[in-house]
């Protein structure tokens, strides 16, 4: 029995070890559009939104879509329809009525705190406006954090344009300067990345070609903005890419608080 156990053991063993490397990854968000260069006339745009270990696979939860903002190619707010959330995914309709490029983003601006009343740990998560109201005026050890998220993907029927891509001086943004509808694999993208508007220098930059779970290698870079924001990515395959950043501190228009500023975007390249 003893001599049976062993061969066990070390089998349970491996398992854990190969194991804890997919427990321990942090789950990402992420939109997938089922198209992002488009032709003709009148075209539509299907969006999945979740939140899950496997880029772009459905095993998690859904990301929520209170947060939508759709800039169409006039720099006009656009309507999203058909929205529906399940078990694993949401899912929302863009109707693309004009010529040009769209700019499809979820947007967060939130704040969590942490705070002692007479000796018990308290937490609370909202409005920035609501705050001054949510913290007793008793309570101690108080911590705040302000937290900026911006999640997005771009579509493009026709010729692209750049309206839709004005920053908005709010949070973590990505400013093309190679247009996000326009990628080509073994070719070299050029982007920037702002913060309140202005370049954000020494951001570390993940970036990650989705399909994942059919290959050995996750196909993972890990790249850095220069003094003036500015990021190239060398595309090397053609595929759905997933990209993340996140700034932690810096001044935050909340008094007191810390901040945490994320950028994720979801870009098509295509092939040569």
Known sequence: ???????????????????????????????????????????????????????FVFEHVPMRLDGLVITGPDGAAVPHQNAATGKYRSTFDVQLSKPGTYRIASVGDGVMASYKLAGE???????????PTAIPAEATD???????????TFATVGEPTTEALAPTGKGLELAPVTHPNDLFAGETAQFRLLLDGQPAPGVEVTVIRGAGRYRDDPGEMKLTTAADGLLEINWAEPGMYWM?????????????????????????????
């Open 244 to 272: 993340e950043a996140e700034v932690r501190g810096g001044k935050s228009p909340i008094e007191g608080a810390e901040r945490m500023a994320v950028y994720v975007g979801t870009l098509e390249v295509l092939p040569e």
């Open 121 to 131: 740990q308290k937490r609370w998560r909202g409005a920035a406006a609501d705050l």
């Open 1 to 55: 029995m003893k001599t049976l156990l062993r061969p066990l053991c070390a089998a349970a063993a491996l398992t854990a070890m190969l194991a804890a490397p997919m427990a321990a990854q942090a789950h990402r968000q992420w939109m997938l559009p089922s198209m992002t260069v488009l032709s003709g006339t009148d075209p539509w745009v299907t969006v999945d939104a979740a939140v899950s270990n496997d880029l």
């Open 142 to 152: 108080i911590k705040i954090t302000h937290s900026q998220r911006r999640i997005e």
